[in-house]
């Protein structure tokens, strides 16, 4: 999918909504757990529920390979539905993967070819030579960790490296690696007072924003320092929409939150 | 397995050799593909001609994944076969993971749980605690990126941070995390001359070492630097061993570059 698709997606549905597919069966509806693959039921019903009034999913693989071969098979069913079902919605593997050239490579062909995913997203602690393979992929995106949502944030990622915070440093640097195009970045909602200094180095890359929701992160914060002339954001919810409720009309109770974020998203869009 | 345990296997083989067994299809003996699972076909034949001469063999997951869930099915078999026939040797999933808190957690189950896996590779970059729910478990080994042994290493592991190299502020900070005697770490054989700078920070910790062969890292500048009195080194060696030769013997070709590598390490250990 190119970047061009992605906006005219957003602005057709009035919506920049991504839903985290994040599927640990200890927290998913009891009834479906009859069900022959338990994920995937969760996963499909979520999707026919709230495809309207997103933009993209984003699968975290950790859920999937917890399950070992069952949760690989159900993380395939679930990008095929996608790709089948609604071609239009940009799928995101968070995979927050990163090796060495030709082993990224292998993970690229894993998450774009394999499974046909449009973006990955990947670490950027082994630097360019890690990076650039996911970038060589055509109308393929790679979504690089920036500045995260969690407390170990401030561990490495806002220490001063040759005096710059070393996530400006990251956004920085990476701005000359080939076909840097295709980068987007992961910037957590929780950090929105940093959104304008991030937008004076990167001011139209799209980022893909954690953390509005259950983690604190507030989406009128993130839009007055985020936003771009082409939108430029994801905004990501994972446990405030798909585990709404545990009861058999789970399905409603999500797109009843993915309705709110986008009902917000959409008052944002038109002023 | 416990940290005694991979010692005293040191000690017995004279070795402290890992294998990596990045099994790419385009670089494996040919005759191999009519198997019906020639990734596990060729991992076997390795481990079969090999487990004497090293202590640890070391699959990338990027590797299997490539391949999918047949790839996902390879791997399982691998880590099952030598969970049964070799309980002895220390297993490596090289997967570089890592995520926020309970997603940490997932990944953490699929390796250590879901394929029993001695040990996991993680990056740092997402900080305290993303690496802690891997420390969590018992008689498990978390091997967190330090300095790696690619060209982008200097992209950021060796910029100043705060008057210390960032990968100097990885090693210091990670040891006031919990459960952090279950820590090693990677440091590439590519940069040997920073071992005795690092053994300062971390005088006991096992070290894995890539580089050494392929990507022109020198065995005995690694081990001048990096021995300490636990041994504590690992030396990786991929494709140097596994793709040795490519005829019906590529078995054997394969043992004997791991037992030159053997004997070499038996000539320091002697020392």
Redesign the interface.
């Known amino acids: 999918m190119t970047t061009k698709q992605l906006v005219a997606q957003i602005i057709k549905k009035k919506s920049f909504l991504c839903i985290g597919l ?1 599927v ?1 069966l200890a927290k998913i509806p009891p009834h479906l757990l009859q069900e022959e693959d338990p994920i995937f039921a969760f996963n499909k019903a979520i999707i026919d529920a709230t495809h309207h009034l997103c933009v993209a999913y984003k699968p ?1 693989t ?2 999937y ?5 069952k ?3 159900s993380l ?1 069913k679930t990008i095929n539905y996608l790709n089948e079902k609604h071609p239009e919605i940009f799928t995101i593997a ?1 995979a ?6 030709n ?2 490579t ?2 690229a ?2 998450f774009f070819e ?2 046909a995913f449009d973006s990955v997203t990947v ?9 650039e393979p996911f970038l060589a992929f055509e109308n393929k995106h790679t979504i690089m ?1 920036a500045l ?10 806002t ?4 005096g710059k915070e ?1 996530y400006k ?2 956004l920085e ?1 990476s701005k000359s690696w080939k076909n840097s195009e295709n980068l987007m970045y992961v910037v957590g909602a929780t950090k929105a007072e940093y959104f304008a200094e991030i937008r004076k180095i990167i001011p139209t890359s799209f980022l893909l924003v954690p953390g509005v929701g259950a983690q604190g992160g507030n989406l009128q914060d993130v839009c007055k320092y985020g936003l771009s002339e082409n939108i430029g954001l994801l905004i990501n919810s994972s446990r405030g929409i798909i585990y709404a409720s545990k009861d058999e009309n789970f399905a409603n109770s999500a797109a009843e939150k993915a309705k709110e974020l986008q009902t917000q998203m959409e008052v944002i869009l038109n002023n």
Chains 1, 2 share one sequence.
Do not use: C
């Open positions: 994040d640990d975290n950790a859920f390979e917890a399950y070992g071969i949760g690989w098979k395939e968070d927050k993967r990163g090796d060495i050239g082993t990224s292998m993970y062909k894993a394999d499974l670490a950027p602690y082994m630097g360019k030579d890690s990076v960790l995260t949502s969690n407390e170990g944030a401030f561990d490495f990622q220490k001063t490296v040759d070393l440093q990251v640097t």
